[in-house]
Structure formats: structure tokens, C-alpha cells
T-cell receptor, first 118, second 111 residues
């Protein structure tokens, strides 16, 4: 089945630095990728939708200059948290559309990245 | 924005009992999916039900969908301690490919 590799699985960074999270579709071409953020004990909140070769579409309230998304190829999307602050500490999960996935519909999720900003 | 609302927010049962979780949504959908998430981990896809389906089974899971009420339920029969996790419904609509998640139900199955 389709696999989406997300890394790093966890990262600790200092306040003010930038962190890049990668999401790769391993055996299929992902035309669309989604980035979610999940705070402790809360649900997944969609941050943005990225399509290969075009600018990402951000959800209301998500700062596009702070959360830079690049989807330069059909197998790779990156999320860069710029000038991270402690309030950006969260669990970030990507999802790729384009493969069969376990649900036979095309959404395949990465395993998530736990970001802690100190 | 979030589409679904699950209830209850938390559910605690004994091993062997059945667990029922409900999900309501606001707009038209193409499909509704249920996911499980163990604490601090990624998502595990459980089951997908399409808007023209009313019920679906997978092992100990039973999902129903009532599009007139814009609601779905997930039933886990003969629960096990290993079923302890958070359960989320997620919908995608006819006008958007985005998968939007509900708030989730935290299920605790006590041995």
C-alpha cells in the first residue's frame, strides 16, 4: 500500500530558529498534500493544502509567512516553521492524496512530527 | 475550520463492553471516515463510508451514516484494553478535497 514518510518524528529547537519538516510519498505521486497541526488533547486542525508546483492554500488564521510550505515535486512537500516560538510547539501531521492508501480513497497520513520549542 | 463534532468527548468502559461514539457534521459530504490515534502517535485509518451508504462493517467495527441527520456512529463491539485511544471522524465534501476532522472521543477501556 501507499506510504507517506514524515520526518523528523520529533524535534526540539530554540526559540527564534526555523524548523523544516518533510513529507514524502514513497511509492506514489502525491498531487495534493495537506498539513495539519494538533495541540495536546485536541483534534487535527487543517493548516494548508499544497498542490505540486503551485502556492499553498492556507486556512483562515494560519500565517503563511510563518508556516512556509513548498511542494516542489510530486513526492515531496515541506513545512518550515520560521522563527519558532513556544506557542508553535505542537504535533504536525501531513497527509498526501494521490495514492490508494489504506482507505482506498487516496488519503495517506505521515506518522507526525512532535515539535517542541524551548 | 472543523466540520465534525463527536460525542461523547470521553468514554470509559470495561473490557468486553461495547463502545459507541457519534459524529455530527454540518455540510454535505462525499465520504466520512473514522480514524484512531493512540496518545502522541499518528493516525490509523479504520473505515470509510460513502455518502450513499448507510452501514458498513469491518471486524468488530460497525459504522452507520445518516445523511438526513448529518450524523454517523462508530460502534466497537467486545472492546479490549488495546482499543484505548482517541477516535476521530473526518469528512470530505463534494466541493472540497480537504479532509476535515471532528473534535474526537477519548475512549478508555479498563481491563
Amino acid at each position: 500500500g501507499a506510504v507517506v514518510s514524515q520526518h523528523p518524528s520529533w524535534v526540539i529547537c530554540k526559540s527564534g530558529t526555523s524548523v523544516k519538516i518533510e513529507c514524502r510519498s514513497l511509492d506514489f505521486q502525491a498531487t495534493t498534500m495537506f498539513w495539519y497541526r494538533q495541540f495536546p488533547k485536541q483534534s487535527l486542525m487543517l493548516m494548508a493544502t499544497s498542490n505540486e508546483g503551485s502556492k499553498a492554500t492556507y486556512e483562515q488564521g494560519v500565517e503563511k509567512d510563518k508556516f512556509l510550505i513548498n511542494h516542489a515535486s510530486l513526492t515531496l512537500s515541506t513545512l518550515t516553521v520560521t522563527s519558532a516560538h513556544p506557542e508553535d510547539s505542537s504535533f504536525y501531521i501531513c497527509s498526501a492524496q494521490g495514492g490508494q492508501g489504506l482507505n482506498n480513497y487516496g488519503y495517506t497520513f505521515g506518522s507526525g512530527t512532535r515539535l517542541t520549542v524551548v | 475550520s472543523q466540520q465534525g463534532e463527536e460525542d461523547p468527548q470521553a468514554l470509559s468502559i470495561q473490557e468486553g463492553e461495547n463502545a459507541t461514539m457519534n459524529c455530527s457534521y454540518k455540510t454535505s459530504i462525499n465520504n466520512l471516515q473514522w480514524y484512531r490515534q493512540n496518545s502522541g502517535r499518528g493516525l490509523v485509518h479504520l473505515i470509510l463510508i460513502r455518502s450513499n451508504e448507510r452501514e458498513k462493517h469491518s471486524g468488530r467495527l460497525r459504522v452507520t451514516l445518516d445523511t438526513s441527520k448529518k450524523s454517523s456512529s462508530l460502534l466497537i463491539t467486545a472492546s479490549r484494553a488495546a482499543d484505548t485511544a482517541s477516535y476521530f471522524c473526518a469528512t470530505d465534501g463534494p466541493y472540497s478535497e480537504k479532509l476535515v476532522f471532528g473534535k474526537g472521543t477519548k475512549l478508555t477501556v479498563n481491563p
